[in-house]
Structure formats: structure tokens, C-alpha cells
């Protein structure tokens, strides 16, 4: 009992916990992942695949707050998260780090060897991919972190995955969310750019003016809800997911690869 609250001895893999986050990023509706979104015919007729009924099993309050304190851990120093930031975009994701596995007793954990992991989900307003790296670290490793190795792998991953998908970016690249511009006025006399001798000086306040949010195109048959599509690439020492969430219960428009 005193190793469930810390995740020891509770066996789950990479697959099922982004399971867990996409339900997050879907607003506490659980849509299982499918590995094919459609299979195409001799003849060329593309047949969809047909979803698993899924249902919600989180509230949308509890996913949207969730979701908010997500996004603080990938923030700047001295946030845990903050290697796994993508420039333009706001991610929600967590860290991790474990011993590994060895055994099959509730015991049997490496001391020496630990497993770094990263899980998280963008753009974190209107979620449309989640990933997650799990890194194996060798014996005598220090400083193998969650936050430290998979975190960059994780930045890299889900900055090409946007990209590549046509995402458009929420944020500014440089991290500011606001622009504040002045009125634009002419045919006046110019006023003074101080205050009067003697006056109390005070700040000038110009009108804050809120970025323009680029629509986010999703497949042609999306509608109210999100799907998440998912595949997984195995190397030698590390493995990395990959979810796609859309607004459809129904398959996704893009057909997915077979796994490697």
C-alpha cells in the first residue's frame, strides 16, 4: 500500500496513460485510440473504420482545470516541464521519472536504472495531438530525468507533428499573448508627451489589442467532439506515441500509418 500513492506497483503502459491524457484533452471524454483510421479496397473505395463507443468518465470542469495546471508545468524555470515548450504553442503535458521495472513483484524495481517520461497534449485551448516519450535509462545515469531527456524529445516531436498537420500557432513564438498598439489619429495638433510642470505623473494606457486566433482546420467530418488517433515508434532505448485529436467521434479523415 505504501507504493500506490507514488505509482509503484500499479503496471500500465505508455499507450494506456496517453489513453488517460487524451480523455483530459477531449474534455473527460474518453474516444479510444485505432491504430488504422480506414482501410481502402481494390477498388478503391476507402471504408471507415468504425469507432469504439466511448463516454465521458471526467467532467468538463475537472478536465479544463486540469488541464490549466497542466499547462504551468511546461512554463520557464524553475517548472519541471519547461524543456518540452513549443514555440507558438501553449502545451499541457507532465513529467516523469520511475525505476524500471524488473520483475514481477511488488518490489521488484532497479535501483540503479530509471525511466524518464514525458506526456502532454497541443495546442492546450483546443487540443489536437498528444505524445508521449518514454526514455530507458542505463545503470550509473544522473540526472536522467523526465524533465531533462524526454522533455526536448517531446518539444521536437510535437513542434513537427503541428507543423506538418497544418496547425495553426496560438500563441506568439516569443511567448507574448498580447500586443498593445495606440489609437491612430491624424489631423490633430500633437499634444504634449509629458505631463504639466508639477503635475503627478501617471501612466499612459492604450488600448490592449487581443491576436487574432487562426482557425484550426479540422477534418472535413469533424463536428462537436474530438477523436484521437494514435501510433507508436519503438527505437532501442526509447519509445514515443503519438495521438491526433480532431472534433469527431467518427474516424479520422487521415489514414494512419502501420506500425514500424
Same mark, same amino acid.
Given at each position: ?8 506497483? $500499479? *503496471?500500465?503502459?505508455?499507450m494506456q496513460v496517453l489513453d488517460a491524457y487524451m480523455t483530459?484533452? &477531449? ?8 491504430? @488504422? ?7 478503391? #473505395?476507402?471504408?471507415? !473504420? ?10 468538463? *470542469?475537472?478536465?479544463?482545470? %486540469? !488541464? =490549466?495546471?497542466?499547462?504551468? #508545468?511546461?512554463?520557464?524555470?524553475p517548472a519541471t516541464g519547461g524543456s518540452a515548450a513549443v514555440?507558438?504553442? !501553449?502545451?499541457?503535458? +507532465? ?19 530509471? =525511466? ?9 485551448? &483546443? ?5 508521449? @516519450? %518514454? ?5 550509473? &545515469? ?6 531533462? =531527456? ?6 521536437? @516531436?510535437?513542434?513537427?507533428? $503541428?507543423?506538418? &498537420? ?8 516569443q511567448g507574448l499573448s498580447q500586443s498593445v498598439t495606440g489609437? $491612430?489619429?491624424?489631423?490633430? *495638433? /500633437? ?5 504639466? @510642470?508639477? /503635475? ?7 488600448? #490592449?489589442?487581443?491576436?487574432? +486566433? ?8 469533424? /463536428?462537436?467532439?474530438? =477523436? ?11 519509445? #514515443? ?20
Open positions: 500500500m505504501l507504493t500506490k500513492p507514488i505509482g509503484y506497483g $500499479l *503496471a500500465a503502459t505508455p483530459i484533452a &477531449n474534455g473527460g471524454k474518453i474516444v479510444h485510440p485505432r491504430l @488504422v483510421s480506414a482501410r481502402i479496397d481494390a477498388q478503391g #473505395v476507402r471504408h471507415q !473504420t468504425v469507432a469504439q463507443p466511448g463516454g465521458r468518465v471526467v467532467s468538463k *470542469a475537472t478536465a479544463s482545470a %486540469v !488541464t =490549466e495546471m497542466l499547462t504551468h #508545468v511546461v512554463a520557464p524555470s514555440p507558438g504553442y !501553449t502545451v499541457a503535458g +507532465k513529467t516523469g521519472t520511475a525505476r524500471q521495472k524488473t520483475g514481477n513483484g511488488a518490489d521488484s524495481f532497479a535501483l540503479a536504472k530509471l =525511466e524518464a517520461t514525458f506526456v502532454g497534449f497541443a495546442p492546450a485551448e &483546443n487540443p489536437r495531438f498528444a505524445v508521449i @516519450v %518514454v526514455l530507458d535509462g542505463q545503470a550509473g &545515469n544522473v540526472g536522467f530525468y523526465g524533465g531533462s =531527456e524526454s522533455g526536448p524529445l517531446f518539444s521536437q @516531436v510535437m513542434a513537427q507533428t $503541428l507543423r506538418l &498537420n497544418g496547425v495553426a500557432p496560438t500563441r506568439d513564438p489609437p $491612430l489619429v491624424s489631423g490633430l *495638433a /500633437a499634444a504634449p508627451t509629458g505631463p504639466a @510642470v508639477g /503635475a503627478p505623473s501617471a501612466p499612459v494606457k492604450a488600448p #490592449v489589442k487581443a491576436p487574432v +486566433k487562426a482557425p484550426v482546420k479540422a477534418p472535413a467530418h469533424a /463536428a462537436d467532439s474530438k =477523436e484521437v488517433k494514435s501510433k507508436v515508434a519503438k527505437g532501442k532505448h526509447r519509445r #514515443v506515441s503519438t495521438g491526433r485529436a480532431s472534433r469527431s467521434h467518427g474516424a479520422s479523415s487521415t489514414q494512419s500509418k502501420p506500425l514500424q
